[in-house]
């Protein structure tokens, strides 16, 4: 992923201990996770002057009702 984003970009990974295993294919889990990242970076690319991109996995369970 480091290689698809300018070097002035942080990427930061947060996955929590205990994560539930999904049963996915791995390549398309790769692509979702490329295209959501890239859309983030092009969305602050002209209008975000520090650029952190953090990807947060969490399960749909510790989701509140509404968020």
């Not at 692509?31 to 991109?53: F, G």
Request: proline share 3%; net charge neutral; no cysteine.
């Amino acid at each position: 992923m480091r290689s698809n984003f300018p070097a002035n970009i942080e990427i930061q990974h947060d996955l929590y201990e205990g994560s539930d295993r999904i049963l996915a294919n791995p390549t398309e889990t790769h692509e979702i996770i490329m295209n959501l990242s890239t859309k983030a970076y092009h969305a602050m690319e002209k209008t975000v002057l520090a650029r952190d991109l953090l990807l947060k996995i969490r399960s749909v369970l510790d989701l509140k009702k509404g968020g």
